[in-house]
């Protein structure tokens, strides 16, 4: 089992910048997907980021805004997040895939931490 705990989230304005963390216990992970999906409210999971070992997939809505990145371990995930927008709002999860592939698709990640919020005001 693998056990996810996210941390950073917070209140910012449009246009700051905010950083999450997630650390995975349990077992290494640094051979598996670690990713980052958000859920808006009344919407339904999206995938923002995702990365194993040199492979890194990101949604569109967030290229060239959001960087994941990982600890030499492979056991924590980082998800850097700058120029946020009022749409970035949701809650934030870190989740573990434990496939050899970076999948966009949420449904694909096995295990899932409890969130964190990220709320960005206009």
Sequence with gaps: QVQLVESGGGLVQAGDSLRLSCAASGRTVVNYVMGWVRQ???KER???AGN???ATRYADSVKGRFT???DNAGNMAYLQMVSLKPEDTAVYYCAVDASVAVS???RRYDYWGQGT???VSS
């Design 52 to 54: 194993r070992l040199s």
């Design 40 to 42: 808006a409210p009344g």
């Design 68 to 70: 994941i990145s990982r």
């Design 46 to 48: 999206e995938f923002v």
């Design 104 to 106: 966009t698709d949420y």
């Design 117 to 119: 919020q990220v709320t």
